[in-house]
């Protein structure tokens, strides 16, 4: 699944906003990933839990780089951006949808 940020997303970008909307891109892009690996696990995971994971996940991307979830900073954001395409190459996941994903997302970091 392609996610693109809107115009109004953009609006008055904080770096709280960035990191969140930098985890709605993340959920985006990997749930259907995600979804079919806790089926193959026996289990059919409901969009919230869905969700409760990609947030855990960005916030493990944080602290592998040193990075404050709670207090971004726009370089914190690229390093964990960084993980976070990395876990999502090493999953299948297409370099094009990988690299679209990016795309978007230096939107909302040029915005910082």
Known sequence: MRWSVSE??????????????????????????????KKKLGSAPTDTELRENVLR???????????DFDSPTKDS???AIDVLARKAASWGTPPE???????????ILKRL
């Not at 997303?9 to 079919?36: M, S």
């Not at 996940?57 to 990075?67: I, L, P, Q, W, Y």
């Not at 949808?97 to 939107?107: A, L, Q, S």
Request: hydrophobic share 40%; charged share 35%.
């Open 57 to 67: 996940m960005v916030k493990m991307a944080f602290k592998e780089t040193g990075g």
């Open 97 to 107: 949808i990988i690299n679209h994903h990016k795309g978007e997302i230096e939107k």
């Open 8 to 37: 109004k997303d953009l609006e008055g970008v904080t770096p709280q906003k960035a990191r969140d909307l930098v985890t709605r891109c993340f959920f985006e892009a990997q749930k259907e990933t995600l979804a079919e690996a």
């Open 77 to 79: 954001l690229m390093r």
